[in-house]
């Protein structure tokens, strides 16, 4: 089991960078698959990117792919998502998250992952 805080966002212009962190606390947390979601305002939560235990394996949303990076230190209980090239569409609350059952490769779907952080906001202007 693991307990997560993530923390981080805040207000940037479009083409800015932001970079999310994930606290865990816990035992074995190399066990555990992370991933990131997001929730828009009058939108469903939705896949972010994800990265495997080990750190060997990730897996991003079309929609970051090529902006977004997620990397986690397993020796320092962290995990990290580094967002640049920031566009309005971005802004949402976002989540990380952590799967024990998919720790090998990072699941995109939301019932996989059991453990989850309170939310940090991400506001993009325009």
């Known amino acids: 089991q693991v307990q997560l805080v993530d923390s981080g966002g805040g207000l940037v212009q479009a083409g800015g960078s932001l970079r999310l962190s994930c606290a865990a606390s816990g035992r074995s947390f190399s066990n555990y698959a992370m991933g990131w979601f997001r929730q828009a305002p009058g939108k469903e939560r939705e896949f972010v990117a994800g990265i495997s235990g080990s750190g060997s394996v990730t897996r991003y949303a079309d929609s970051v792919k090529g902006r977004f990076t997620i990397s986690r230190d397993n020796a320092a209980n962290t995990g990290n998502l580094q967002m640049n090239s920031l566009k309005p569409e971005d802004t949402a609350v976002y989540y990380c998250?952590?799967?024990?059952?998919?720790?090998?490769?990072?699941?995109?779907?939301?019932?996989?992952?059991?453990?989850w952080g309170q939310g940090t906001q991400v506001t993009i202007s325009s």
């Open positions: 998250a952590a799967s024990w059952s998919t720790r090998l490769y990072p699941s995109l779907r939301q019932s996989e992952y059991g453990y």
